[in-house]
């Protein structure tokens, strides 16, 4: 399955993130992201693959996986790690492994709270969609040539 291709601006590949670490709220979000850091991670995940969230699930395969790892090796933050660089490679966001890395690691409540917030901004712009626009004033698009000659015998 691909991925369409959301953006905020001209230049995606130096993007910043629209919301600060520290910018914590709502208030739903916030408590997921500090109590139960795995639900909000699977609900990011969820949220990326369908915009609409009709498919969302509140004990996704993500939310498992973040679970697992945390709760055997207490090294949740690497996975938390892997989806922050898939959030900011799809978006264009500035920033490294390594920033991901210390971010998740030193704040991963925060650092989850970012994501999903940055992700529920981004997709509700919608994709960025190219092609033929009729309703611009002066473009005109001649009918097919079938309609033109209807009526008319073809002409050999």
Known sequence: MAHQQ????????????????CS???????????????VLLGKTADRMR?????????????CMIFCGIQAI??????????????IRERF????SGMS???TSYWCGCCALIQQEKEVQARLA????????????EGMQMPAPPQQQ???QTPQY
């Open 6 to 21: 959301y953006s905020q601006g001209p230049n995606v590949q130096n993007q910043e993130w629209s919301n600060g670490l």
């Open 24 to 38: 914590c709220g709502p208030c739903g979000t916030c408590l997921l992201g500090t109590f139960l850091p795995c």
């Open 50 to 62: 369908d915009p609409t969230m009709q498919t969302a699930s509140a004990c996704n395969s993500e």
């Open 73 to 86: 090796t207490g090294c949740g933050f690497i996975y938390a790690m892997m989806k922050r660089g898939e």
């Open 92 to 95: 264009g966001i500035k920033g």
């Open 100 to 102: 991901d890395c210390c």
């Open 125 to 136: 712009q919608g994709p960025i969609v190219q092609g033929y626009d009729t309703k611009q």
């Open 149 to 151: 000659q209807q009526g």
